[in-house]
């Protein structure tokens, strides 16, 4: 996700569940996490300095757990006054990609962040595994039967249920999006995706704009100096000469 300070001025998109979600937010994933209490410092810091969109994952090692502690302390604080105040959104595991372990899943994130809604629950990969599968290091036999209708149908049951304000995907193509809207009651809100300058989803972005999702983007800066992505976008000479032209760091050059 793409994170900036301010979200006082952080313009707001109306999803097509009805619910506005913050254009920036604060993900979660990174290599190598702090320790947990630095990290719960860490996010109570964003919340302080106006960060009210977060991005979190079962995946992304303890970071849910650590999120739920900062809104806590948050709220115990005085820095808001109101879980709604945030927007927090959680994914489905792909070890629990099917439709007998989603409600289980959804609920134990919850129970996790301590937190009786998500605003948002995305489905992370349009693929199921083994449990204990390591999804950055497939082995041959991880990779299981992947139910897509069975399990959205559950996450439209997530819902209804009250348990996500709306419901989404990550990493999904045009083609998986077409075939799940056959059969779906809710359509997805958003499909979060690795989308930068150097990566601009042109198929993607007007095929979901067509269909009224809401294409979110996440290492928004190519995954700048983390495991995964390169530094294409942030070490780009055009990206440098326009911050230089427009006396901005790249990361806040912004691209159409």
Not at 157 to 183: A, D, P, R, V, Y
């Amino acid at each position: 996700m793409a994170s900036n300070q301010g979200s006082a001025e952080t313009p707001k998109i109306l999803l097509n569940s009805g619910h506005e979600m913050p254009a920036l937010g604060f993900g979660c994933a990174t290599f190598n996490l702090p320790p947990f209490d630095d990290l719960i410092s860490i996010l109570l810091h964003a919340i302080q300095i106006g960060y009210r969109h977060f991005d979190t994952a079962p995946t992304y090692g303890t970071t849910e757990a650590a999120l739920g502690k900062a809104v806590a302390k948050a709220l115990e604080s005085g820095v808001i006054k109101s879980r709604d105040e945030l927007f927090i959104t959680s994914k489905l595991g792909i070890a629990d990609a099917h439709p007998d372990l989603v409600l289980p899943a959804i609920k134990k994130t919850l129970e996790t962040m301590g937190l009786e809604y998500l605003d948002l629950y995305l489905v992370h990969l349009p693929v199921r595994v083994k449990p204990g599968a390591d999804m950055f290091n497939l082995a041959e036999g991880d990779v299981l039967p992947f139910d897509m209708h069975g399990t959205w149908k559950v996450m439209e049951i997530c819902s209804n249920l009250g348990l996500t304000k709306s419901i989404g995907l990550s990493n999904f193509s045009c083609e998986k999006i077409s075939t799940l809207l056959q059969n779906s009651t809710i359509p997805p809100a958003i499909d979060q995706v690795e989308m930068n300058v150097g990566w601009q989803q042109r198929k993607l972005v007007p095929f979901c704009k067509e269909k009224g999702i809401h294409v979110s983007a996440w290492s928004p800066l190519g995954a700048y100096g983390n495991f995964w992505g390169s530094n294409a976008v942030m070490e780009n000479q055009i990206m440098k000469n326009i911050a230089i032209s427009k006396k901005k760091p790249v990361s806040q050059v912004k691209f159409h």
